[in-house]
T-cell receptor
Framework: AQSVAQPEDQVNVAEGNPLTVKCTYS??????LFWYVQYPNRGLQFLLK??????LVKGSYGFEAEFNKSQTSFHLKKPSALVSDSALYFC?????????????FGPGTRLSVLP | KAGVTQTPRYLIKTRGQQVTLSCSPI?????VSWYQQTPGQGLQFLFE???????NKGNFPGRFSGRQFSNSRSEMNVSTLELGDSALYLC?????????????FGQGTRLTVV
């Protein structure tokens, strides 16, 4: 069975500082990993994904994530946080052996960037 | 290119009633998935349709059903509504032919059951 953990409910960071939102996963096969962001009263917006290849993935709005197979982690990072980055962030996984678009999402981490 | 459109945006229903939600995917997308989002359970996968066939199903009771039409538009139906069905229902579409493709989400339908 697939599962995703986001160990922090809330992350607070000062504007201009680097941010990290943590994600660990469990799948039986090779993982497809995604990060999505949700702003209030909005659907989810895609940030980035890891399917195969380089462990460092660059995505939208200056975000990047590092895939670490040995630690089964896919942490989201940004070198310099903006107040507008404040939102709810979801990590999602799908097993490559699990045919289809049925993601398993983590519980979400609320990011607050303080001015 | 229009995004994923969900209608209605907001809905209030009474316990015991049934409800139908609609999702129009991005043009050319053949995969439509549905998710339920609640504060307590987070985002949970309901089901996925691809070319009018249900391809995957999550762990929800049979009161939750769906279908997909030949134009890829999808509907989700919940019968005999319960208070616990109050949630934001999100639809996502994808090209679906290659499994690593990203999903595009609609803004959701917020269902309140009273």
């Amino acid at each position: 069975a697939q599962s995703v953990a986001q160990p922090e409910d809330q992350v607070n960071v000062a504007e201009g500082n680097p941010l990290t939102v943590k994600c660990t996963y469990s799948v039986s096969g090779n993982p497809y990993l995604f990060w999505y962001v949700q702003y209030p009263n909005r659907g989810l917006q895609f940030l980035l994904k890891y399917i195969t290849g380089d462990n460092l993935v660059k995505g939208s709005y200056g975000f990047e994530a590092e895939f670490n197979k040995s630690q089964t982690s896919f942490h989201l990072k940004k070198p310099s946080a903006l107040v507008s980055d404040s939102a709810l962030y979801f990590c999602a996984v799908r097993d490559e052996d699990n045919y289809g678009q049925n993601f398993v999402f983590g519980p979400g981490t609320r990011l607050s960037v303080l001015p | 290119k229009a995004g994923v459109t969900q209608t209605p945006r907001y809905l209030i229903k009474t316990r015991g009633q049934q409800v139908t939600l609609s999702c129009s995917p991005i043009s050319g997308h053949r995969s439509v998935s549905w998710y339920q989002q609640t504060p307590g359970q987070g985002l949970q996968f309901l089901f996925e349709y691809f070319s009018e066939t249900q391809r995957n199903k999550g762990n929800f009771p049979g009161r939750f059903s769906g279908r997909q039409f030949s134009n890829s538009r999808s509907e989700m139906n919940v019968s005999t509504l319960e208070l616990g069905d109050s949630a934001l229902y999100l639809c996502a579409s994808s090209l679906g032919s290659v499994e690593g493709r990203r999903a595009f989400f609609g803004q959701g339908t917020r269902l309140t059951v009273v």
